[in-house]
T-cell receptor
Framework: SQQGEEDPQALSIQEGENATMNCSYKTSINNLQWYRQNSGRGLVHLILIRSNEREKHSGRLRVTLDTSKKSSSLLITASRAADTASYFCATLDSNYQLIWGAGTKLIIKP | IAGITQAPTSQILAAGRRMTLRCTQDMRHNAMYWYRQDLGLGLRLIHYSNTAGTTGKGEVPDGYSVSRANTDDFPLTLASAVPSQTSVYFC????????????FGPGTRLTVT
């Protein structure tokens, strides 16, 4: 069963705009991670936020976590064509295994 | 090499045949994982190993088996392939189970006919 649910399923924006993706989960977590997957490739880790953190930054990425709403958001600022990919959130369950959402497909139009 | 390698890259397999997907990492990570990725479903954990010599079942273990004889290798075996096992298979590793990020291999695209 999927723990995380990303929203939207697909997002298409112009280069230079900001992209926001959301993730909701169902149970308590230890941490939440965001990954990127380029078409036909393996996943690449972007950022990890712990359950006691509310916001984290890494370059053009900003992640927020609201444990009361069981949700997280990933913001990519000043998007580039190379940001075109699928983005997944994953939460660490009580068995220390990652549970994955279905992903958001992001398309950056030049 | 640095990271995780998987072999083969892709395979077409007749139903009922046995197949082993190979995974090797050179990062000396303790934990390794096998996932399958199906369209619209994200990743689902098949089996995992928290350390060499131990394995555990994930969300969708039926029809699959794994072994972890050493730190570097974590092969996934389909004893008798069925069409529902058509998927993209990813191997991943992490330094410790449940801590920090997972590193992924490039995947194996398997088609069972």
């Amino acid at each position: 069963s999927q723990q995380g649910e990303e929203d939207p399923q697909a997002l298409s924006i112009q280069e230079g705009e900001n992209a926001t993706m959301n993730c909701s989960y169902k149970t308590s977590i230890n941490n939440l991670q965001w990954y990127r997957q380029n078409s036909g490739r393996g996943l690449v880790h972007l950022i990890l936020i712990r359950s006691n953190e509310r916001e984290k930054h890494s370059g053009r990425l900003r992640v927020t976590l609201d444990t009361s709403k069981k949700s997280s958001s990933l913001l990519i600022t000043a998007s580039r064509a190379a940001d075109t990919a699928s983005y997944f959130c994953a939460t660490l369950d009580s068995n220390y295994q990652l549970i994955w959402g279905a992903g958001t497909k992001l398309i950056i139009k030049p | 090499i640095a990271g995780i390698t998987q072999a083969p890259t892709s395979q077409i397999l007749a139903a009922g045949r046995r197949m082993t997907l190979r995974c090797t990492q050179d990062m000396r990570h303790n934990a390794m994982y096998w996932y399958r990725q199906d369209l619209g479903l994200g990743l689902r954990l098949i089996h995992y190993s928290n350390t060499a010599g131990t394995t555990g079942k994930g969300e969708v273990p039926d029809g699959y088996s794994v072994s972890r004889a050493n730190t570097d290798d974590f092969p996934l075996t389909l004893a008798s392939a069925v069409p529902s096992q058509t998927s993209v298979y990813f191997c991943a590793s992490s330094d410790q189970a449940g801590v920090g990020e997972q590193y992924f291999g490039p995947g194996t695209r398997l088609t069972v006919t």
